[in-house]
């Protein structure tokens, strides 16, 4: 399987061309990746927590599907772990609807009879981006006081596998 590609490259938050209609002419994109993330919300969310714990951005960004996949997975082992599955109710709040594409082009030996260069250079559909602009929540957890600390270090363990600065606040 071929590797993805380093994240430099759609970082930068742009204007998207991404619209998908049910109707074939109205469509920009013609097919959608899957998204990545599994779940967007766990834990118990009818029980009464005491704190709540938010991750909030400072930058504005594009974040990867497998990016926010990675925090939560990191998060949720953490809390399971030390809080079970009913002690804490845990939400993504990001969803990733930009469809990332490349043009790939060819290089090499032969590589001027296959290549289109950039005459047709929409590009093909790769993956998935969460657009985010600063200031914006992008988890949220919540929990009981006896498990204020840990809630803490599940969300700076998360928050280090996002590509952008990020801050905690705690309520």
Same mark, same amino acid.
């Given at each position: ?5 380093k994240?430099?490259?759609? $970082? ?8 998908f209609? =049910? ?5 920009y ?6 998204? #990545? ?13 005491? /704190? ?5 951005? =400072?930058? &504005? ?10 925090a939560r997975k990191?998060?949720? /082992?953490l809390?399971? #772990?030390t809080c079970g =599955?009913?002690?804490y &109710?845990?939400?993504i709040?990001?969803?990733p609807? /930009?469809?990332?594409r490349?043009?790939?082009l060819? &290089?090499?030996a032969?590589?001027? $009879?296959?290549?289109t ?6 590009? =093909?559909?790769i ?7 600063d ?7 919540r ?5 204020i600390?840990?809630g803490?270090?599940a969300?700076? $363990?998360a ?5 952008c600065?990020? &801050?905690?606040?705690?309520?």
């Amino acid at each position: 399987m071929a590797r993805i590609r380093k994240f430099t490259a759609y $970082r930068k938050l742009e204007r998207p061309y991404t619209r998908f209609s =049910k109707y074939r002419k109205l469509s920009y994109v013609r097919s959608r990746p899957v998204c #990545k993330v599994v779940r967007f919300t766990m834990g118990d969310e009818n029980q009464k927590y005491d /704190h709540t714990i938010h991750l909030v951005t =400072k930058d &504005s960004v594009q974040v990867r599907d497998n990016a926010i996949e990675a925090a939560r997975k990191t998060m949720n /082992h953490l809390l399971e #772990k030390t809080c079970g =599955k009913q002690g804490y &109710s845990l939400q993504i709040r990001m969803y990733p609807h /930009h469809v990332l594409r490349e043009n790939p082009l060819a &290089s090499g030996a032969g590589a001027d $009879r296959m290549s289109t260069g950039m005459a047709h250079n929409f590009g =093909k559909p790769i993956g998935r981006a969460a657009q985010v602009k600063d200031g914006k929540i992008l988890i949220t957890l919540r929990i009981m006081k006896a498990h204020i600390e840990t809630g803490k270090r599940a969300v700076k $363990r998360a928050s280090y596998k996002l590509p952008c600065r990020t &801050s905690i606040v705690v309520m």
